[in-house]
């Protein structure tokens, strides 16, 4: 079976998927493995309807009609730069019938010992910035990502510049 690791960074509305091995992705760039994390597994959860949401704040999953599904765990990346919630499954079923929220304060690793399928859209909706395009302000530049990692390529992650 194929593992799959996803990541959605909610406060900065990116996300990003690698459709490598959850082992191989943790040799790439991440420490947020399934396996060796030491995450607690929320087991197999296959929804395919209602609503998700993914609290980073409280590190709480939740659905609308199921009520609370688990607990994640904060972690912080190798770098100690970037914090995360990371949610950890023996596998994970998304389907298209599902709204999923992430609201929160951290950003947000969905992790899976075995398979992780998608197949709808991610919501990390912000709030407006300041002192950006929102206000008629130029924006800033960009960055490249939660610890500077090459999206869809296999270049390590390094962390961000000081």
Same mark, same amino acid.
């Given at each position: 079976?194929? @593992? @799959?690791?996803?990541?959605?960074? !909610?406060? /900065?509305?990116?996300?990003?998927? /690698? ?16 396996? *060796?994390? *030491?995450?607690?597994?929320?087991? !197999?959860? &296959?929804?395919?309807? %209602? ?6 704040? &409280?590190? $709480?999953?939740?659905? #609308? ?22 949610? &950890?499954? #023996?596998?994970? =079923? ?10 929160? &304060?951290? %950003?947000? !690793?969905?992790? =899976? @010992?075995?398979?992780? $399928? ?11 910035? =300041?002192?950006? !395009?929102? #206000? ?17 390529? *296999?270049?390590?992650?390094? /962390?961000?510049?000081?």
């Amino acid at each position: 079976m194929k @593992r @799959r690791f996803l990541s959605a960074m !909610a406060t /900065a509305a990116a996300m990003a998927v /690698a459709g490598e091995s959850a082992r191989a992705a943790a040799v790439t760039g991440t420490i947020f493995d399934p396996d *060796g994390g *030491g995450y607690t597994s929320l087991g !197999a959860q &296959n929804f395919s309807a %209602g609503v998700l949401t993914f609290d980073t704040t &409280n590190l $709480t999953l939740t659905h #609308d009609t199921l009520g609370l599904i688990g607990s994640g765990s904060a972690d912080t990346s190798a770098s100690g730069q970037v914090q995360m919630a990371v949610f &950890n499954f #023996d596998s994970l =079923s998304i389907g298209g019938g599902v709204t999923v929220n992430v609201t929160g &304060n951290l %950003g947000l !690793a969905l992790t =899976s @010992r075995t398979d992780l $399928t998608v197949a709808t859209a991610i919501g990390v909706n912000g709030t407006a910035g =300041s002192f950006g !395009a929102a #206000d008629g302000q130029a924006g800033g530049a960009g960055g490249s990502g939660a610890e500077g990692g090459v999206r869809n390529s *296999g270049t390590p992650a390094s /962390a961000p510049p000081p």
